[in-house]
Structure formats: structure tokens, C-alpha cells
């Protein structure tokens, strides 16, 4: 059971947003691993993959070194090996653990990772009050960081569920409502000409966000949803991967060489595809949104629509009008329960990185004679 | 902790000494695996090794199959899900898990493998006084299996821990009194001619032990000893890895590919040399024999030497004259308690397969004239 | 020696042109060929490289299939087996000899190519004036595409030479006029906006070079000639390959594996840099253009100049002002002589697909406030 | 056309015969390569293989080196940088050119070594009557090894052509008269016991055909004569691919692997199977022995047969009792006609080290009670 982080430790009124924010961030990461043996959060299941607990302790480290160490005057490290094992790529903080081998650490245990979280947000929640602006930022960088790692553990774990030919669940069977089949896609206009891109304004941005900038797009129209599970087995009963004209030319080599037939942890069944998730082996569900796609599946799907992917400025736009509401993806990773009296809005940002991971949205670029 | 088999349940004279044997067997591979962690257990180090939950499970699969499946009437398998997880190579057998995706099993765990074998050792205990002869030479079989399986578990779980940059101990450091410098090497001579070589006698035997042959040995001297730590440092002092002339060319290639430059699990300090092992990194003992030396590493010494490797039939000519309490080498691999009131004569054979682990004995071939 | 092809074959007005073109093409592989032995031309240094022999009769094969087999009224292959052989990439065409064995057709010979192209060139110069306009059209291709191999064809001739222990040159010494030292960099400036980039006009495109369409610059400004030489050199004196900082993380990845510490065919001696080229190996010229580096290289070259590399869009831009007379490259190859009486305008274009071909052009973004 | 080397210089009497076997091992080098043009002679089709032109420069780098350079006074090098192209692992004779990279010398050309070869011999044969006994060693020695090298070039020409798709044949369709059908293998019968093997007698030999020392035999059986292409084909007719019992499990997993259904350069045609030789493309004689197997397939084609494969002794026995006509299998390489005047003695050893190139030969273990 992971012990809630007490935001009430964060009194001053100046912080104790950021407090809150610190303590929601960290009590979802233990509720993700929470149904997690100690076996499961340590084993690799592949070298782009890390293990559950490298996440956990991952992510302290970097509240340890960055705000704890360099900002809070007698900060001892919890251990003074855990910085060798838990740093990933930041070259200035010295050497690190191979990627590939992550997953020969089976000591520290994974209870010796939660109390290594236990210290760090004890030590967190007493600074937090009289930490500068600077180092305040970087509580709010680590926040953000902790929930990309997050997008990261629920596919790793997924994919290292799927390698154990048991296909065990991690968790029961989703009590949700039933997705509803969504209408036939639409087509949402878009006049072309020069758009900004990039993030604006005071929140938080990574790096890669920003500056904001023009672009200049041309008239199309996008999909206004994405494409069903549905749809794509649609798309396979169509000999979608046995032709070879809807494929970029890599693409259907890597089709061929890796004997790809559908979307990766979908299997056929006798009554149908099924699909591997967190919740086990089940039934694909036609109305849901399709997952586990590369970039060359979704194109070969574009091409076979008649349509193509939208490029990246493009589904900027797009996606810019959807608000602040339309983009919660967390629901689909599973019943995990929100802290009592707490509420989190982490939108499961795409994975970047990760092979097969994208949501293919339609583009459909209109020939505009004079009239459009 | 292991649950101690209870040996008084197999009370019928004849076979009372069977399951006596049986389980002190089954006991010494749970009294190994005690140290470990349900992770130590499940994680896999390399495609030659396997976890040690999987070597636990697969020698409990052997007797569930092989008799109590096919000798035992209406015994009812354990799970039925098993089999293909813990066969390992009986075509017969049917399909089973890739030998090198055996680490992504964290499911069944640690203690639900515990409690296969608990269910399996009852159900065998129950079945033995009645069994057949060739169901009891099943069970003979079963153990002298399950001892090469904690000859492998041993040096599976080394290899793993060795792979974790914090190096830990699953042991503490051994009680043992100080192992006595021996004196010098000192040569057996054996005068050549026909010898008889392989298994005889009612004993068990593996197929590969027999059958029966006569070999033809050269006149040759055999070392009285194993090579030390200390003689091995002073092979390595002398320039023993970086002088080609001692080594065979697909040796030397491999010493310069790999970057060898001692044993396997070595490191230079600076207060010596250390070696890794189950209780962790310590001073080599110059007095103990040398380990984890491959075959070109053990031609090589002995071309240093002024002698040569023996051959297999000079080995066995040799070995079979230590008699029965000579070859007892479990002693090296870490301070086991046996069970109570138990006894056993767990001899620790060479581990065929693994690199760099024979144990080099040296042999010198004397030119014989007129007068050997 | 090349029998050149005589272009007085084709005398119809509407075609004369045409056959000028065709044959001043055919010639100029002939010429770039004509330095190399049977065996020069047939072996293969790599999978990315072919065959000169292989270029050779490619180009041939495109004549011949898609002009003399489709459009020419009872044509007879010169060889039914080389098809197979000689086609590419062209699936419709049917199967195809693989690309990383062309090295292993020792036969036909050289002089079988070249009769082979004889005996092509004979028929396409009979046919030429009485081709339809679809036709011509395809021969007008099939030069543009020669004229892309003949890049390849020195590109793959110096890789396979520079293999040679014994470097040997493939031209003597080339009689050029010392190139004189340029100038220092001047920056040419572009106010942004919406360019036009892609092909336009009646002329010849392939189709990856068209349709034309609108792109949008950023402000910025792009260098008035390429890197030198010389200047490079100073890069690599200023640790511009062993600092880390310059480079991007899978171009330090590609450095440190692959042991990069200079441009391709760039070796140390004692009186300074030397290169490989098809003149032999020879000190760099600091005053002429740098040649086989790869886009890592490049972008960090700039990283150090303190610019960056153009877009693919600004590039365009820049390069449609410099006109038809600045793109020249081909006297970089080697003293080729034209067929007498011919006159050739061959542009060595980029090889793209090429790994370490490009030459970086600096472009410096600059932060325009109300002033610019 | 080949120059004969002219053995009439040596004229002195105790080197006149080492002169006329020098001359006659030259000349056949020659003769074998004399269908091959610059390219054939210069392309490596695989690592394991080099190239004809090295086979005749490394020979005559051989008699260059260690007779003319060490031996005689005042010979200079015929090209200071053969040595490092042309050496192959005398790591004592310095630095040498990849084994993989030697496909990439098209210079010097195939002509440039027969001049090579031409002055080496010149000044063998000036320098043969005066040569020490050492030296004259040498020269024996030197024959031998080239000797070696035709059986590898023959083998590795064949392989090149193999590669080619349009499978070209180096020699016209031999000459020779039909092999008769053997009669149905004998066994010959050996009681077993101790027997000498090894090199004796004042004649020539390799290191590694010495010493001659003693050997224990099992009483056995071997087959009277070598396996018939006939009888492989009723092995494939009957499974022998498709069934792992005949196999070693390491023979198994490369069959599976690699796709193997029948000797290297066997096809199966409408009229049935065909073997790729020196000759082109022929259907296979049933009457003569097969070749080009691999160990694994010799060993299940003996478990098949109801035998094994002799070792290395039993054979070394049947083998010494052929005698000195029965070895010779120079006729199955080719319609090779030997320099005027001369003869030739040239046995075709085993090809150790490449790869399916053994002929097996059955052996039989008979389980001899008392009356045999």
C-alpha cells in the first residue's frame, strides 16, 4: 500500500498549490505500481524498456539532486550509491548504469525504492515553504517529468506482461460504460495559411515546446476523431498488410521481415481479434480509439483510406482546438482511483521514442480550385 | 523459509532409504534458493542462464511428469498452465517457453513456485512406498537432475549478481578456517596403456556416463593438485594475457576481442586482486584453486607452464583414483546449513556448457625413452 | 576504348536535339568509365555501392526496356538473362539479382557491357526519329537517370579504390589551376516570407521534385559559398571531434563507435591532412569545397561555427538565385575529357542516399527585433 | 596463356628433381586459373574464400619470402608492397591486409601477377642448384602448401561462380566416361586394437600429420567405398531432411535455420536434381560420389544408413591401406590438362575449414560377441 504523501506539511500559501500538485504527482506513481510484486517492478522486458522501479527511483533522484542537494543546506542523500544506478542521460552528473542493464538491479528491493520515496518527499514537503523561485521550478520540471515517466511505466509494464506467455492482468477488468460507436468520421475544414505553433504564455513547457513560431499550412481537412478499433480490423479484412500499395517502401520491408499482421498485442482468435492490455487478454472493443500502431501502419491505414497523415503542424493546429478538456487519456490505462480528495488531470501525452505507439488522426488534403 | 519435506512420511522399508534421498535433495535446492529475493529469483542474466524460480520449478516439473502424471493414477497436475512454462528441452514434451525469455516470467512467483514444489513433494512422498522399480528409477533419476540444476542455480545467481553495479552478498562472509597454502605441485606418473573408462557397477548413471570402453593413455604425469589463485596471479604477473605465444589462435583471438585479462569475475585493486562470488567481493585467496577459467584460459596456463591440459581420458584415469571422498566441492559455494538431521553428498560436477568454468589440472608428457 | 555513338544518325529536326543529348550522355559513361579494368568494374566495396560494370548496363537496361521493348516494333533483347541482372528497383518488372551480390557477376565482362551498350545505343539512335512523344519523353528521362548513375559511378569508384591497400589512382594528377583561397564567409540575408520551392516551367523534373508549392522562410541568412578545406581543418585542430558539446547525441553516438575523427578518406601525415581521391591520395586543398562529410559531421561543424544547418527550404531559396551556370560540380571528378565534338553539361547533383556526401552551406538565424 | 616455368635450368643433379616438381606445381596453378579472366580471378565471394589472384601471389609470396628473400643473395623484392597484401597469418612477417577485404584489390591485376609469378619462378630456378639443404626444404615445403592452395582455389572459384545467377561454367562439360554404377557398399571389417598413425618415413609432411603415435581401435566396419549421389538422393526421397531423428541437435537447428534440403549446389529440376560445377549446371551423376556436405549432413546421412561416421582413427587405418593410386581425385575437379612432358601427382586433401566440403564414408560398430 503506498502511504499517501501529506500535503498539509505545505503550509505557506505561496507553495502550497506546488505542494499539492508534488504530493498528487507522487501518490499517482505508487498507485500506478501499486498491484506490482517486486518481481514485476524489476524485471526489463526489452532494451528501450525500463524496469517499474528504475521509474519510481528515477524520478525521486531527480528531486533529490536537483532541489534537495543543490538547494536545501544539509540535505544527505539517502544512499550515496542510488545516483551510479538511478540516473538516465544526464551526462554533466557523472556515470551511469548501462540502459540495456537495468534489469540485473534486484536489490534495492522494490520496498527499498518506496522507502527511498518515503525519505525524498518527507525531505520535499519540509523544504517546499522556504524553497527560492528558482528551485520551485524545478519542483514543477520534476512534476512534469515524474508524469512522462509515468506515460513510460504503463507501457513498459504492459510490454513486459505481454512477454510472460500467461498474459497475467494487472488489473481487474475495467467497470467502465461501454465506449459508445462513434459516428462515421468527419472532416473539419481548415483554410490554410500561416498558424502559430508552440508553447505561449506563463505554465510549464519542456524545452522541445517552444519558442512559439509561424508556419504556413495548406488548405485540408482532418478527421474529427481518430480511428476505431473497429475500423482498422476493417482495414485488415481488407488485406491491409498483405498489399503492398498502401506501404512506405520501409514499411513494407519491416512488414515482411517482422511478419507484422496486425496491431502489436493483437492476436485472432476464434471469435475475433483480441488484444493484450493491463487488464488482461479481451475481446477489442470496435468503438474504442485504435493503440500500438507505428507511423507505418498509420500511414499504410491513410493511404488506404484515401487520405494521409496530417503533419505535425497540422495536428498542432488541430489539436489546439480541442481545449483544455479533450485530451484525458488516462482513463484508458486503467481503474486507477485519484488519492482521496485529491484530483489529477494527467493527460497521457504520446510516447515518444516508443515504437508502435501513435494514434493516427486522417488528413485529407482537398484540391482547392477557386472555390474553396 | 522453506518448508522442510518430511522425509517419515515414506516409511516402507525398501523404498524408505528412496525418499530419504529424495528429500534431502529437495531441501538443499530450497535451502540455496533462501537468500534470495522473489526479484533475485525471477530475473534473468544472460540467454545461457536461467532464473533461479525456473530451475526450481523446472526439477519439480520433471517429477510431477515423469511420475507422478505417468505412474501415479488419478494425481491431478498442479496447474495446468506449467508444463510450457518449465519444460526445458524434451521434444517430447511438447512446445515450450523460448530458453531466453525465461526472465519475463514474474508470474507464477517466488512463493507460488514454493508451493508448487510443496505440493509436489507431498503428493511424492504419498506415491513412493508404492511405486514401481522403474518408477523408482524415475525418482533417482529426478534427484540426480535437480543436483545439476543447483549446480546451475549457483552459478546462474552469481553471474546475475555480478551484473548489479552494487555487487551484494547473498551470503555473509564464510566461516571458514583459512585454507592452507598447499605445497608444491608435485607429478603422477602414469606408465600408459589400455584403460578402462566410463560407468560400471550397479550405480546410477547418466546416458552420457557409459558405456563402458577401453581408451589408450600415453605415458604421462598428471599435477597431484588444482592450479591456486596464487599460481594463476603469477601466470597473469608474467604476462600471461598479453604474450600470444601461450595461447591457441581462436584463444588469443578471443582474449583480444573481449578485453580478457583474468579470470572471470576478478578485478584489480589496489590492494590486490578480488574476486566476486556469493559472499561477495573479496581478496582472492592465493591458497584456494583457481575458478571461472575457460578452456583457452586453462590451455594457456598450462602452455606457461611447461606442460599441457589432459586429456579426457587421462582426467578420468586420474579422478577415479581420488575415491569416493575427494570430489566434494559444494564446500565452495557458500556456507549452507543442511537440513536437520539430514546428510548429504552434494558433489559439485564441472558445469558443461558454461564458459570459463572448468577447473584446469595439469598434465606433462614426458618423452620416454628406453627406460619408462 | 568507347566507341563513341554517333549522334548523325538522328537527323529528323523535331528529334536532332534529342539524339545530341542521348549521345552526349551514353559518351560521358563511357569516358568515366574507361580508366577502369574488367576487374575494377565488376567488384563491389559495399551493400550501398554498385558495380561500375553494374551502372553501366543498368542504364542500358532502362533504354532498352522501357524505350526499345515497349515502343519499338519488333526489338529483340540483346540478352534475355539481363533483365534479372540489370534492373534495380522496379517492381513491376519482375524479380531481380539482390543488391549486396552484384559484385559476384564476373561475367558478362566489361567488354560484353560494352557491346551491350553498343548495340542498345545502335538501335535507340535508329529509333529516335521515329518516336512518339510518350517516347521521347522516356529518353528524355533515361538521360537524367544515366546522368544520376554517373554520380553513383564515381561515388562507388573511389569507395571501392580507397579499399586498395595500395590507394591506387584511378586519373593522374589533375591539371587544374590552383583553386585560389576564397574569401571569408559573407552572409547573404532573406527577410522570410512565403518562398515558392519545388519544380516549375515545361523542363524536365523528376517527380520527388515537384509540385512546385509554397513553403515559409524565417528570417535568416545563409553563407555565400561552402566550407573550405581549410577551414575544416581548423575545426578538427579546435577538438570539433572530440568535444561532445558540438555534436548531436546519435552523432557523438556514431563518432565514438565508429572512431570518426576526420572527413571520409581524410588521413594524418606528417606534412598535414591528405585525402583519397580518384587522382591517388594527395594533401587537402584548404582553398576547395570539403567533400564526404556526413550530415553529423555538418551540423556540427555549424554547432561550432556558431550557426546552423539551412533547411531544406532555405537551401532551395539560395540555390534558385545562384542560376544556371553556378552548380557545376563535375570538374571536382576529374580530368574528363568530352567526346570530341560533343559538349556536355553534366551536374554532379547530391548523392543522396549516400552516407558522409553532403556539403554543408552555414546559415545563421538571427534575431531579428524591429530593425530587420 | 601461361608460361611454363622451364625446368631445364636446374641442372644439377640432387636439385634437378626438386626443379622439375617445382616447375610442374607452378604450372598447374596456371593451367588451373588459365580460364579466368582479370574479374573472375579478382571478386571474393565470401570470407571463408579468397580470391584466385591471392591464391597466386600468397604461393609465390611464399617461395619469394622464405627461399629467395632469406636464402639467396642479393634478390630484391619484386614489389616492397606485396608482402602486405599477399601474406596470410604468418604473424611473425608483420602486418597483413584484412582476410574479408581481399576481394578489393583489382590492382594489381591478374596480368601483373603472372608477372609476379614469372619472375619468382625465374629466380627459383636460377637460384635451385645452389640452394642449402635447408633452403631446398623450404622449397618442398612450399610446393605442398601450394598444393593446398589449388584445392582451395578450385573450391573457392566454384563457390564465386555459384554466386552468379547466370551460373557460368569455367571448363566445358568434361570429357571423361561415364562413372559406372559401384555394386552395393562392402564392409570392411577391423578387430580392433592398438595401430600406428601418423606421418613416417623420410618423405614430407605437415606439423600436424606428426607425430606418429599409437591408437586404440574398437572392432568395427568400414564401407568399401565413398557414398554415391544415387544413394543421397534415396536419403532426401526418404526424409532425410525433414526428419530431426537422424540429426545432431546442433546439425537440427542449422538445418532449420538455414533452410538446407540438399547438398550445397544441388537444385531440384523438372528432370530432378542438378549440381552446380566447374562445368555449369549438370544433372547429378548417381554413380559418383557426393560431395560438398557438411558434417551434419554426413552424420544424419549415417544415422540414416544404420551406421556412423568413422573417426578419425578408423579412417586414418582404412585410408593407409589404399595405397599410393587410390587417392587421387584431381579428375573430379576438371578437364585440367597437364603441362607437356610432365605429370603430376596432385591429390585433393580434404578441405578442412570450409564448410560442408567432407565426403562421408560409413562405418559400421558391430557388437561382436564371441564369433566375430
Known sequence: MPSPVRPDRATAPET???????????DLTLALAAPLSDADATVQSMADASPTKWHMAHTTWFFETFVLRDHVAGYALHDERFPFLFNSYYEAEGRRHAR??????????????????????????????????????????????????????????????SENPLEPAMWPAARKVPV???????????????????????????????PRHAALLAPHAIADRTVTNGEWAAFIADGGYTEARHWLADGWAWVKAEGIVAPLYWE?????????????????DPAAPVTHVSFFEADA????????????????????????????????????????????SGVLRRCLGMDRQCVPALSEVRDCGGGC
Not at 186 to 207: K, L, N, R, T
Not at 277 to 282: Q, T
Not at 317 to 331: E, F, H, K, T
Open 16 to 26: 502550497s498549490h506546488l505542494a499539492e500538485r508534488f504530493a498528487a504527482v507522487r
Open 100 to 161: 540495456d542493464r537495468r534489469g540485473m538491479v534486484t536489490r534495492p528491493s522494490l520496498d527499498e525504492v518506496r522507502a527511498y520515496r518515503a525519505h525524498v518527499d518527507a525531505a520535499m514537503l519540509d523544504a517546499l515553504p522556504g524553497l527560492s523561485k528558482d528551485a520551485q521550478t524545478l519542483v514543477a520540471l520534476g512534476c512534469h517529468h515524474e508524469e512522462q515517466h509515468q506515460e513510460l511505466l504503463v507501457t513498459d509494464i504492459l510490454h513486459m506482461f
Open 180 to 210: 459508445e460507436m462513434p459516428a462515421p468520421i468527419g472532416w473539419v475544414s481548415h483554410e490554410g495559411g500561416i498558424v502559430e505553433v508552440g508553447h505561449y504564455g506563463d505554465g510549464f513547457a519542456f524545452d522541445c515546446e517552444g
Open 268 to 284: 485472432q482468435g476464434e471469435a475475433g481479434w483480441t488484444r493484450f492490455g493491463l487488464d488482461g487478454r479481451r475481446a477489442i
Open 301 to 344: 491505414y491513410a493511404s488506404w483510406a484515401g487520405a494521409r497523415l496530417p503533419t505535425e503542424f497540422e495536428w498542432e493546429a488541430a489539436a489546439a482546438s480541442y481545449g483544455a478538456n479533450g485530451g484525458n487519456q488516462m482513463d484508458l490505462a486503467g481503474p486507477v482511483e485519484a488519492p482521496a480528495g485529491g484530483k489529477w
